[in-house]
C-alpha cells in the first residue's frame, strides 16, 4: 500500500471503534465522531453538526487535478434466528453475533467543474449464519459534490471542493441521523503537471492566499514522501504535511495518535470473557484481537520507542 492510501485509510477509520473495542464500553456507544456531515435538516436544528463541507486548496502551474470523496456510510447490522425474530445476540454453532453498527466505505469522483449529484440508495445484505440470519441495513443518502476553480495569479488557482447532504431527514434521534450522514469524510487530490502549495506552511508569496483559503470541517495537507507536491489530502481531523504511519506499526488500530505498543498490550491483557466480546463486536475488532494474540515477543519489541538520527 503507497503512502497516500495508507495515510487516507487510517484517516478514514479513526475512531471507528476504540480500545477496548467492544460494544458494552462507554467510550463505543457514541461512534462517528469525525468528519460527519449530517442532513441538512439536521443541521438547521442543531448547527454545531455540518451539512456542507468545504475544502480550498492552491494548485501552482497548469496541472490537471483530480479528486475523490471518500467516507464511511453507516450500516444497522441485526441478528434473526430461524424464526425471523430479530435478536440482540444470536448465538449458535459456537459463535456469538451481536447486533450493532458497522460501516462500508464509499468513494465518489469530484467533477471536474461544476455540479453533480451525490445519490446512493438504501438497500440491505443478509448473511446465513449457523441459527439464522444477518441482515446488514444502509439508509439513502442525498446530497451534491461541487468543484470551482479560481484564478488567482498568472501561475496560481484555487480550487474549491464542497460536499453538501440534502438526504431527507426529520426528528431528533441523532444516531439516526448519523445513518444518514457522511462519516469520516476526507477527499484525496492528485495533479499533473503542477504542484499544491501547502496550506500548514506555504512560500511567502502565496501565504496571503494560503491565508485566505477557507477551509470549513477539513484539514489539507501534502501526502506522500517530503518534497513531493502532487497528492494532498484533505482530513477531518489535524496532521501535519507528509505524515507518516509508523514503520513498526503491525496494522491498524483506529487510534492513529496512541501509541500502538499501550494499545496491543491492552489487548493482550483482556479477560476471556472481555476477548469473547470484542471478537463478537465487530469484525474490525475481531481482526485487531486476533492479529495482536499472533505477535511474538521480537514483533512486540519492535514497537519500543527508539532515538532515530535524520
Not at 497548469?62 to 471518500?70: E, K, L, Q, T
Not at 467543474?113 to 441482515?135: K, S
Request: proline share 7%.
Amino acid at each position: 500500500m503507497d503512502q497516500m492510501s495508507a495515510i487516507a485509510r487510517a484517516v478514514l477509520y479513526e475512531g471507528y471503534m476504540l480500545w477496548p473495542y467492544r460494544r458494552s464500553a462507554a467510550k463505543n456507544r457514541n461512534r462517528w465522531t469525525f468528519g460527519a456531515v449530517l442532513p441538512e435538516a439536521w443541521s438547521a436544528d442543531h448547527p454545531d453538526d455540518r451539512w456542507l463541507l468545504q475544502g480550498q486548496y492552491l494548485v501552482e502551474g497548469p496541472g490537471i487535478v483530480s479528486a475523490a470523496v471518500r467516507f464511511l456510510h453507516v450500516l444497522q447490522r441485526q441478528p434473526y434466528d430461524t424464526a425471523g425474530n430479530p435478536r440482540d445476540e444470536l448465538e449458535a454453532g459456537g459463535e456469538r453475533h451481536l447486533a450493532w453498527e458497522e460501516a462500508t466505505e464509499r468513494d465518489v469522483p469530484v467533477p471536474t467543474a461544476g455540479r453533480v449529484p451525490l445519490a446512493i440508495p438504501a438497500g440491505r445484505d443478509e448473511e446465513p449464519v449457523a441459527g439464522g440470519t444477518i441482515v446488514r441495513r444502509w439508509e439513502r443518502l442525498d446530497g451534491w459534490i461541487e468543484a470551482l476553480t479560481e484564478p488567482l495569479a498568472p501561475d496560481l488557482v484555487r480550487l474549491t471542493v464542497r460536499v453538501a447532504n440534502t438526504t431527507a431527514w426529520a426528528g431528533d434521534d441523532r444516531a439516526a441521523a448519523l445513518r444518514r450522514s457522511l462519516v469520516s469524510t476526507n477527499i484525496a487530490l492528485h495533479v499533473e503537471g503542477g504542484a499544491f502549495v501547502s496550506l500548514t506552511d506555504p512560500p511567502e508569496a502565496f501565504r496571503a492566499h494560503a491565508d485566505a483559503c477557507d477551509n470549513d470541517g477539513t484539514w489539507p495537507v501534502l501526502v506522500g514522501e517530503p518534497g513531493d507536491r502532487s497528492a494532498m489530502l484533505s482530513a477531518p481531523i489535524i496532521l501535519e504535511d507528509h505524515p507518516r504511519i509508523a514503520p513498526e506499526s503491525p496494522g491498524d488500530l483506529f487510534d492513529g495518535g496512541e501509541i500502538d505498543q499501550l494499545l496491543i498490550l491492552n489487548v493482550l491483557a483482556l479477560s476471556d470473557a472481555e476477548r469473547r466480546e470484542m471478537r463478537d463486536s465487530d469484525p474490525r475488532a475481531r481482526e485487531i484481537l486476533d492479529r495482536c494474540a499472533a505477535l511474538g515477543p521480537d514483533e512486540l519489541m519492535e514497537l519500543h520507542g527508539r532515538w532515530r538520527r535524520d
